[in-house]
């Protein structure tokens, strides 16, 4: 069976094709579910709508490109969707059924960290415990991995939203508040591990589409090879790579420039 498998977030949306053991990214949407819920307090109908028409436009180009093969379409929701009444989750179901004709499936956070972090480490024969930090929009998960198995596991109910919230002029063309500042106020939030590890694996949201919009080079991923995660950076060399980036660039350069603002007002 091949799948078209669409992972609904709060802020980005992708699709993949899972097709003879691999899997691709296919398209993006930028919809702000949780930014929007968090003003409104429900979802918004546009924000719906674009999801539904975003949905059926990944059948439909599938049908008609490859008509000869059989996909089975999965679509999952994350953190927003997971923070939803009981009410409120099975009224978004029925209605997303009506508008696809598929079924919305919201997955715990202990499944998308589990399957997230054994897929971001599946290749790794390193002899030292390994970080996996799996950040979004709503939600950020942090795993200790050990000879392939987890030993520590932290959940967060916070992500990317929350932190541009925190320090409103992320948003801005040139960021003001204090770099260590920021830093401090999310290791605050932060559990300290058990384990100290040397490597952390960076998972979820759109890093590398973040370095790629500001045509930053990293350096080749010599630790293992996996050509979905080709790169690695020392940790000064980030933390230089961000001051840039916060003090020096401009933002509204970028926005113009890769035509995604609401990508970029919300990560």
């Known amino acids: ?103 919305f499936n919201v997955i715990t956070e202990e499944i998308e960290n589990k399957y997230t972090t054994y897929g971001s480490t599946r290749n790794i024969n390193y002899d030292k415990p390994v970080a996996v930090l799996v950040t979004g929009g709503g939600s950020t998960e942090l795993s200790i991995v050990e000879n392939k198995k987890i030993i520590e596991r932290y959940h967060y109910n916070f992500g990317a939203i929350d932190i541009t919230n925190s320090f409103i002029d992320l948003k801005d063309d040139k960021v003001k508040s204090n770099f260590e500042e920021m830093i401090n106020n999310i290791k605050e939030k932060l559990n300290k591990t058990k384990t100290k590890p040397e490597v952390l694996i960076i998972s979820g949201t759109d890093h590398l589409y973040f370095y790629e919009q500001i045509e930053q080079k990293l350096e080749e991923n010599t630790l293992f090879k996996d050509k979905n995660e080709p790169y690695m950076i020392d940790i000064n060399k980030m933390k230089e790579i961000d001051k840039r980036f916060f003090y020096e660039m401009s933002l509204n350069e970028i926005k113009e420039k890769t035509k995604d603002e609401v990508w970029w007002n919300g990560a």
């Open 1 to 103: 069976m091949n799948y078209i498998i669409i992972e609904v977030g709060s802020t980005t949306s992708k699709s993949y094709l899972y097709e003879n053991n691999e899997i691709k990214e296919i398209s993006r949407i930028t919809i702000p579910f949780k930014s929007n819920y968090n003003i409104n307090k429900t979802l918004l109908k546009i924000d719906k709508e674009k999801l539904y028409s975003y949905v059926n436009e990944n059948k439909r180009d599938f049908n008609y490109n490859y008509g000869n093969k059989k996909y089975f379409t999965y679509v999952y929701g994350t953190s927003i969707f997971r923070n939803l009444s009981t009410k409120e989750l099975y009224e978004f179901e029925k209605e997303f059924k009506d508008n696809t004709n598929l079924e």
